[in-house]
């Protein structure tokens, strides 16, 4: 007798996999969370021992010690929640109801991973207070002594008000100055060539050079030539000189990508209907490049606002400088934290802004 | 003299020679198509003829007056000859209206308003007027590029080059497109088109040529070039136009 399936085509199935209940991650994160909890009560513990040490005594303390001890309760629920779904899981799959076991075994894990996240923050935070209060609050007394905060506060703002009058001026400066060797740069033509590599020669220079020396060469050299000019000038304003050579080729740099970031088919248009060189630069090429570069045009001019505390090392007393002297004095630093804090106080909104305005771009282009 | 004469144009980017000592002549108020495989330098044939590109050899006269080589105002040269673009290249950041009377307000110094005017004729021709405020994303192909023919004609060309207008288009958006060619070249309007629309072709031009390895290799009438072409490429082209249905 033949076989009779030869001509008939076989019907292919896929055993369907089975899903995870999750059941062990699960019980991870549960130990997890538990552990969490007698770790963040033992750290606590340990602050109470050293603020006892330290004669501190005080209600609000107190109360926020054991707000922090009760904080990591609120891992049980997710990680309960997901012992939950893992156990609904497990009995799905023991009723052979494949779908519903997959849907209580992904509800199982995201619960689970949920607990990981928030037990990862908390591990951390912990780890930081730690440190906080080695060595009988070394690092507190060394970094954090708000009295000393407190007392350098207004020196040091005055000073900080140094680097702002920098980075001001010299932010408006480079932000002019890169726009002109950017379009020295794209100048068409032979007979541009010498100033297209100039410019070019500038910006690779400049982009190459720390900015530290710069700063160091002009703030010190120039003086020391003697020219009358350069000798009577302030020293900020040799600062915002050196600012402006080193920053305004990253700005160039910028500018230039923007520009030629516009398709080669617009400057066809454009100079098609018979508009010139600079009119398809200015009606065309530039209000499409400009909401491109806006976002790394502000980068740059960050970067160049905490450059300015580099000025120091020709001796222009700006925050950091100032700080040091205080530091010196006190021997502690914690006026120079006085500086970080005011250096971060000015820069997070900028970043943010930096942040929306390329979101909102992005917005735009997927619109679009 | 013709209105408009291509004798022995050379156009090289490099080693590669794409026009080989091309003539072809445009008169008044004809309807030239250019048709060829792709790459055979339709698009730098319009190209040069609008100035965008630089040649290496032979002139290009329009009136009988040279628009190629040094000396040549091309700013001047492109008032007179405009171009449409496969890919529309209208100003994303602009409306509809700002995209039309640019040049003829920053070129031809048109005051505002009246340059306002004509452009909203100019929509209102092709039944966009609602739109003048719109931004070109906002806009099917068929209407962005019917737009980017009106905005080539608010400068009043005397000469329009078309390339390959229709082929970033969906079918279907494609017939509002040669319905305004057919508009134009009733009004007399002189046009060379780069097309791979036989029918149309076939329809509207006044003379057919077929470009091949960078020369105009065969041209005539329509009927002609679509029913007796003489050429064995040309026979090879349009056979093979004629396989892919588009003929
Ligand atoms: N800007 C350019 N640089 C270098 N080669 C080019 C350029 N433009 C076109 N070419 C070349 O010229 C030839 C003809 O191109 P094109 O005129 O676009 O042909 P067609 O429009 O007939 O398809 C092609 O080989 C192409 O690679
Ligand atoms: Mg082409």
């Given amino acids: ?368 | 003299m013709s209105f408009l004469e291509v004798k022995n144009v050379v156009k090289r980017f490099g080693a590669n020679e794409v026009l080989r000592g091309l003539n072809l002549t445009v008169e008044e108020h004809q309807v030239v198509c250019l048709i060829g495989p792709s790459g055979c330098g339709k698009s730098t044939l319009l190209r040069c003829v609008n100035g965008l590109e630089e040649i290496q050899g032979g002139e290009i006269r329009l009136h009988g007056d040279r628009i190629t080589g040094p000396g040549v105002d091309l700013n001047a040269l492109r008032r007179d000859v405009g171009i449409v673009f496969q890919s529309f290249n209208l100003f994303p950041h602009m409306t509809v209206l700002q995209n039309i009377t640019l040049a003829p307000t920053q070129v031809l110094r048109m005051p505002e308003a009246e340059a306002q005017e004509k452009a909203l004729a100019l929509l209102r021709r092709i039944g966009l007027e609602h739109k003048a405020r719109a931004y070109p994303d906002q806009l099917s192909g068929g209407q962005q590029q019917r737009v980017a023919i009106v905005r080539a004609l608010a400068m009043e060309p005397m000469l329009l080059l078309l390339d390959e207008i229709t082929s970033a288009l969906d079918p279907e958006l494609v017939s509002e497109v040669l319905n305004l060619l057919r508009e134009l070249a009733q009004e007399g309007m002189t046009m060379i088109l780069a097309t791979h629309e036989m029918g149309f072709a076939r329809e509207v031009a006044s003379k057919v040529c077929f470009m091949y390895e960078g020369v105009v290799h065969e041209e005539g009438p329509p009927e002609q070039i679509f029913s007796q072409p003489q050429h064995e490429r040309t026979q090879q082209f349009l056979a093979s136009i004629i396989e892919a249905g588009r003929l």
């Fill in chain 1, 1 to 368: 007798m033949r076989e009779p399936s030869s001509n008939r085509k076989e019907v292919r199935r896929r055993n369907p996999t089975l899903p995870r209940d999750g059941f062990g991650f699960a019980l991870a994160a549960l130990t997890l969370a538990i552990l969490l909890l007698l770790a963040t009560a033992w750290v606590m513990w340990q602050v109470k021992q050293v603020m006892s040490a330290n004669q501190f005594r005080a209600l609000w303390a107190d109360f926020v010690l054991v707000l922090v001890v009760l904080l990591p309760l609120g891992l049980l629920f997710p990680a309960g929640r997901s012992l939950g779904q893992a156990g609904a899981a497990r009995r799905a799959l023991q009723s052979e109801n494949l779908i519903a076991a997959r849907v209580h075994g992904a509800e199982a894990l995201t619960w689970a991973w949920f607990t990981l996240g928030y037990a990862g923050a908390l591990l951390l935070f912990l780890l930081f207070v730690l440190f906080f209060i080695a060595n009988n609050v070394a690092v507190g007394r060394t970094f954090f002594q708000l009295e000393l905060i407190a007392n350098s506060f207004g020196l040091i703002l005055k000073a900080f008000w140094v680097n702002v009058v920098i980075f001001l001026f010299a932010g408006v400066f480079s932000l002019v100055w890169g726009l002109v060797v950017a379009v020295a740069k794209l100048l068409p033509g032979k007979p541009a060539q010498p100033i297209r590599f100039i410019a070019t020669f500038y910006t690779d220079a400049f982009l190459s050079l720390p900015s530290i020396i710069v700063i160091y060469l002009i703030g010190f050299g120039l003086p020391l030539t003697g020219i009358g000019f350069f000798r009577n000038l302030p020293l900020e304003a040799l600062a915002v000189l050196a600012l402006t050579l080193t920053y305004g080729a990253y700005m160039a740099e910028v500018y230039r990508a923007g520009l030629e970031s516009i398709h080669p088919s617009q400057w066809a248009a454009a100079r098609s209907l018979g508009l010139s060189y600079s009119q398809t630069l200015r009606f065309v090429v530039i209000p499409q490049a400009v909401r491109r570069i806006i976002p790394p045009l502000l980068n740059n001019f960050i970067g160049m606002q905490k450059d300015t505390a580099l000025v120091n090392v020709v001796g222009v007393i700006d925050a950091f400088n100032q700080a040091r002297i205080i530091a010196s004095n006190d021997f502690n630093l914690s006026a120079v934290t006085t500086v970080a804090i005011l250096f971060i106080l000015i820069t997070i909104p900028q970043t943010r802004l930096v942040d929306r305005l390329v979101e909102r771009d992005r917005a735009r282009f997927r619109q679009g």
